[in-house]
C-alpha cells in the first residue's frame, strides 16, 4: 500500500544515455512534483504536474523531460546524461493546489542516479 | 531570487535536551511553512507546517512563526537519539507554487 512508488530506485548509466524514472502515487492526489537533491543534500523542485497539466517549469536544461500519462503518474525522462546529472532525484504528490497554499506533500523513496 | 537560509550544523545536544532549528527566508510573499525531516537515504517527511504568526504545538515539536522578521524555527523538546537527522526547512508562496527548502540542519542527539 504504497504511498508514492519510484523506480527504479538505483540507477547507474554511462554518460550520453538516455534514460527513464517512474513515479505512481495511489493517494488520490492532483498534483505531483519532481525534485532533485544534490550531493549536498539541497533538494529543489524541477516541474510539477496538476491533472496532467505542467504547472511549474523551474530552470532545468531540455534534456529533461517530464510526462503525465494520467494524475497518477509522472514520469521523467533524461536525455544525453551528463556527470552533473548524478543526485538522488524524488517524486512529490499533493491535493490540488488551488486554495490551500498549505497541502501537504508526500515524497516517494527517491532514485538515485550514478552518471558513470 | 527567493532563498531560505539555514544553519548547517551539525547541531549536537544531549538526549534530553531541547533542539532548537532556525531558519529565515528572504521572499515577504511567503504564506505557508513546513518543516520536514530525513533520514540518511531516505525521503522527507513532513514534521509539521504554520501559516499563521506565533507557536504551532504537535507533541514535542513546537513550530515558531515570525513573518515581520521572516523567521521561522522548530523546538523539539525532550530530544532523543531517534530525533538525529537533517532537517528541511521549506516555504512556499502562494497555492500553486513549489515549495522551496533550505539546505537544511543536521541535528546529533548523543545519549
Known amino acids: 500500500d504504497t504511498a508514492v512508488s519510484q523506480t527504479p530506485k538505483y540507477l547507474v548509466t554511462q554518460m550520453g544515455n538516455d534514460k527513464s524514472i517512474k513515479c505512481e502515487q495511489n493517494l488520490g492526489h492532483d498534483t505531483m512534483y519532481w525534485y532533485k537533491q544534490d550531493s549536498k543534500k539541497f533538494l529543489k523542485i524541477m516541474f510539477s504536474y496538476n491533472n496532467k497539466e505542467l504547472i511549474i517549469n523551474e530552470t532545468v536544461p531540455n534534456r529533461f523531460s517530464p510526462k503525465s500519462p494520467d494524475k497518477a503518474h509522472l514520469n521523467l525522462h533524461i536525455n544525453s546524461l551528463e556527470l552533473g546529472d548524478s543526485a538522488v532525484y524524488f517524486c512529490?504528490?499533493?491535493?490540488?493546489?488551488?486554495?490551500?497554499?498549505?497541502?501537504?506533500?508526500?515524497f516517494g523513496p527517491g532514485t538515485r542516479l550514478t552518471v558513470l | 531570487q527567493k532563498e531560505v537560509e539555514q544553519n548547517s550544523g551539525p547541531l549536537s545536544v544531549p538526549e534530553g535536551a531541547i533542539a532548537s532549528l532556525n531558519c529565515t527566508y528572504s521572499d515577504r510573499g511567503s504564506q505557508s511553512f513546513f518543516w520536514y525531516r530525513q533520514y540518511s537515504g531516505k525521503s522527507p517527511e513532513l514534521i509539521m507546517f504554520?501559516?499563521?504568526?506565533g507557536d504551532k504545538e504537535d507533541g514535542r515539536f513546537t513550530a515558531q512563526l515570525n513573518k515581520a522578521s521572516q523567521y521561522v524555527s522548530l523546538l523539539i523538546r525532550d530530544s532523543q537519539p531517534s530525533d538525529s537527522a537533517t532537517y528541511l526547512c521549506a516555504v512556499k508562496e502562494q497555492a500553486g507554487t513549489a515549495l522551496i527548502f533550505g539546505k537544511g540542519t543536521t541535528l546529533s542527539v548523543s545519549s
Open positions: 504554520i501559516y499563521s504568526n
Open positions: 512529490a504528490s499533493s491535493l490540488s493546489p488551488q486554495g490551500r497554499s498549505y497541502n501537504e506533500q508526500f
